[in-house]
């Protein structure tokens, strides 16, 4: 059975190539990217490396020949994302992959918010459509980010959100690459949609505690509202488009859109979820020097 990965050289991406290396037959992987010299050490362990892009669908289809199980990993390119994914579900199916399993995000519903949102229903509908077996992954919100704007509330003594008191199960991205390989290796998850999120869910009053106590500087929590967190965001210098997309995150949380824990992760796994005060306190050193 070949498997194939796009975004191979990302952050998830790399992870899940490596976790796979170790228990499939390398010439049986094959990594998708546009950036192939990052991925030498990869294909010296046997690993197939291709250059591919979306934008490139002839291209594309060639490179996912004799594919059994595609990894497709949702783009960060907003603006061009889901038309790029569309053609990849496409391109797919007419290569023959059998099995799609996508990285999508937590809780895609038309009334979700977040700016994220339309690009993973729409894709999710796709491949519902393509006529090949499919999984979703809907990955919560990945932990590390906490670490840079952790350490930005450190300097600043103060957490802002307009979360207000949603909470968030937050989710390490070694441990989405985890279930995604448990689900590539492993049969019986066609038509399934796993939730992949943190042992817990945590609110931003929980993150202003856990940082004050792991830095040993106090932060405290300032919640505004949707329109002057977004003021604040630009006032500090955060691009216009950016500020209204962190804002949209925040309204999402605040709404309970990203607050499920689910099992599926150690289900999945066989292992516990990495927690945040774990990922934190790994990066003490980082949130002292705030």
């Known amino acids: 059975?070949?498997?194939?990965?796009?975004?191979?050289?990302?952050?998830?991406?790399?992870?899940?190539?490596?976790?796979?290396?170790?228990?499939?037959?390398?010439?049986?992987?094959?990594?998708?990217?546009?950036?192939p010299e990052a991925l030498n050490g990869l294909e010296k362990r046997g690993a197939i490396v291709r250059k591919a892009?979306?934008?490139?669908?002839?291209?594309?289809?060639?490179?996912?020949?004799?594919?059994?199980?595609?990894?497709?990993?949702?783009?960060?390119?907003?603006?061009?994302?889901?038309?790029?994914?569309?053609?990849?579900?496409?391109?797919?199916?007419?290569?023959?992959v059998q099995h799609v399993v996508y990285t999508s995000m937590a809780q895609p519903s038309a009334d979700n918010p977040s700016f994220l949102i339309p690009d993973h229903v729409a894709t999710e509908t796709a491949l519902r459509e393509s006529g090949m077996d499919w999984t979703f992954l809907r990955n919560n919100v990945y932990t590390e980010g906490l670490v840079p704007a952790g350490k930005a509330a450190v300097a600043r003594g103060a957490l802002l959100s307009n979360a207000g008191d949603g909470g968030t199960a937050y989710v390490t991205r070694a441990d989405c690459a985890r279930a995604a390989v448990a689900v590539l290796v492993t049969d019986g998850h066609e038509k399934e949609a796993y939730d992949i999120t943190g042992p817990e869910a945590l609110t931003q009053a929980d993150l202003a505690a856990l940082l004050t106590e792991i830095s040993d500087r106090p932060v405290e929590l300032e919640s505004l509202g949707d329109d002057a967190y977004f003021d604040r965001l630009y006032d500090e210098g955060v691009e216009h488009e950016v500020a209204d997309r962190m804002a949209s995150f925040g309204e999402a949380t605040r709404r309970g859109f990203l607050k499920k824990v689910s099992s599926d992760l150690p289900d999945l796994t066989g292992r516990p979820a990495v927690t945040v005060r774990e990922v934190l306190e790994r990066n003490r050193d980082v949130l002292q020097q705030a």
Do not use: H, Y
């Open 53 to 96: 892009s979306f934008k490139n669908p002839t291209g594309l289809k060639a490179d996912l020949a004799d594919v059994d199980r595609l990894l497709l990993i949702s783009t960060n390119e907003p603006g061009t994302r889901l038309e790029q994914q569309r053609q990849a579900v496409s391109i797919a199916a007419q290569a023959g």
């Open 1 to 35: 059975m070949s498997i194939a990965i796009t975004g191979a050289s990302g952050g998830l991406g790399r992870r899940v190539a490596e976790m796979l290396l170790d228990q499939v037959d390398p010439t049986q992987l094959v990594l998708l990217t546009r950036t």
